[in-house]
């Protein structure tokens, strides 16, 4: 509860909360007071330490009419600190009530889902290994600050009729779970979130987790998909070698073997090539002359 300074009864804001999330950053928002004048305009002043003057929002957050109804932080540092806020109104011709209230940080965050989370399942044991991360934050660092509750959600499948179910494990401390009534025939999705262990953390729950499916409906369509990519990329590739093959052919018919570089020409084979180069040379020149005769 905050306390209201002097001004007229009800011009002092309402509701005032704050939440802090995404490891450091903070929202704090509140509602006009129930006698303040439509026109009334209001202010947010905060610090971290009874030494330090009070710094005003940077970041308003604004109704339809332009009032302040919140503010926004960026790099907010939890540790162990106290915040001290301060919010004042102005109105010509009014006297607006200020709120103000202390706030031990760590009590308003809201902790970030766990992290990582997997799931190895084997069939002959019919158990499931869940394992996670915890999550971030700027002040914890040991694990066992953080406990944590699991909902594990058996899906429904009208074909083999099973039913929509869940199991919901609370006060987890570590970071593993097995689950222990695994079925192969079903599939299944998990969730986790978070909460204090007896540290400088949150006593609320924290976001929940993105759902990790997994059973056989999971891996049944992966070998679906599996067996279909299987004989397609087998025909390409023998398409591709038979058109490789073609061309090789071709290529090698059009290219003239080369000489032997090792075979001497014995001077049998040289005379009667010289014999038959000038059989050649005789008969082209009688062509010639015939030619010109006629």
Same mark, same amino acid.
């Given at each position: 509860?905050?306390?209201?300074?002097?001004?007229?009864?009800?011009?002092?804001?309402?509701?005032?909360?704050?939440?802090?999330?995404?490891?450091?950053?903070?929202?704090?928002?509140?509602?006009?007071?129930?006698?303040?004048?439509?026109?009334?305009?209001?202010?947010?002043?905060?610090?971290?330490?009874?030494?330090?003057?009070?710094?005003?929002?940077?970041?308003?957050?604004?109704?339809?009419?332009?009032?302040?109804?919140?503010?926004?932080?960026?790099?907010?540092?939890?540790?162990?600190?106290?915040?001290?806020?301060?919010?004042?109104?102005?109105?010509?011709?009014?006297?607006?009530?200020?709120?103000?209230?202390?706030?031990?940080?760590?009590?308003?965050?809201?902790?970030?889902?766990?992290?990582?989370?997997?799931?190895?399942?084997?069939?002959?044991?019919?158990?499931?290994?869940?394992?996670?991360?915890?999550?971030?934050?700027?002040?914890?660092?040991?694990?066992?600050?953080?406990?944590? /509750? %699991?909902?594990?959600?058996?899906?429904?499948?009208?074909? +083999? &009729?099973?039913?929509?179910?869940?199991? @919901? *494990?609370?006060? $987890?401390?570590?970071?593993?779970?097995?689950?222990?009534?695994?079925?192969?025939?079903?599939?299944?999705?998990?969730?986790?979130?978070?909460?204090?262990?007896?540290?400088?953390?949150?006593?609320?729950?924290?976001?929940?987790?993105?759902?990790?499916?997994?059973?056989?409906?999971?891996?049944?369509?992966?070998?679906?998909?599996?067996?279909?990519?299987?004989?397609?990329?087998?025909?390409?590739?023998?398409?591709?070698?038979?058109?490789?093959?073609?061309?090789?052919?071709?290529?090698?018919?059009?290219?003239?073997?080369?000489?032997?570089?090792?075979? /001497? %020409?014995?001077?049998?084979?040289?005379?009667?090539?010289? +014999? &038959?180069?000038?059989?050649?040379?005789? @008969? *082209?020149?009688? $062509?010639?002359?015939?030619?010109?005769?006629?």
């Amino acid at each position: 509860m905050g306390f209201q300074g002097g001004g007229m009864n009800g011009t002092a804001i309402e509701n005032f909360v704050c939440v802090i999330f995404n490891v450091s950053f903070m929202n704090c928002t509140w509602q006009a007071g129930r006698t303040a004048s439509g026109d009334t305009q209001y202010f947010l002043y905060w610090k971290t330490s009874t030494k330090e003057d009070f710094t005003g929002c940077q970041n308003y957050i604004k109704d339809n009419c332009g009032r302040h109804t919140g503010c926004r932080f960026q790099n907010v540092t939890i540790e162990n600190k106290r915040a001290y806020f301060l919010v004042n109104g102005s109105r010509s011709g009014q006297n607006i009530q200020s709120y103000k209230e202390t706030i031990k940080l760590y009590k308003i965050e809201k902790l970030t889902p766990p992290l990582n989370v997997t799931v190895n399942c084997t069939e002959a044991s019919h158990g499931c290994e869940i394992r996670w991360q915890p999550p971030c934050t700027s002040h914890v660092k040991k694990h066992a600050c953080f406990k944590y /509750e %699991i909902v594990i959600e058996n899906k429904a499948d009208p074909e +083999k &009729n099973i039913k929509h179910t869940s199991k @919901t *494990e609370g006060s $987890i401390t570590g970071n593993s779970y097995i689950f222990e009534s695994f079925s192969a025939e079903k599939r299944y999705s998990v969730k986790i979130r978070a909460t204090d262990n007896g540290c400088l953390v949150s006593t609320s729950w924290g976001e929940w987790s993105t759902p990790v499916e997994f059973g056989k409906a999971q891996l049944t369509s992966t070998s679906s998909y599996m067996l279909f990519l299987t004989p397609v990329l087998a025909a390409s590739l023998v398409l591709f070698l038979c058109i490789l093959s073609i061309y090789l052919k071709k290529t090698s018919a059009t290219v003239p073997q080369p000489r032997d570089p090792f075979h /001497e %020409i014995s001077p049998t084979d040289f005379q009667t090539e010289y +014999k &038959n180069q000038l059989i050649k040379h005789e @008969t *082209e020149e009688i $062509i010639t002359i015939i030619e010109e005769v006629t």
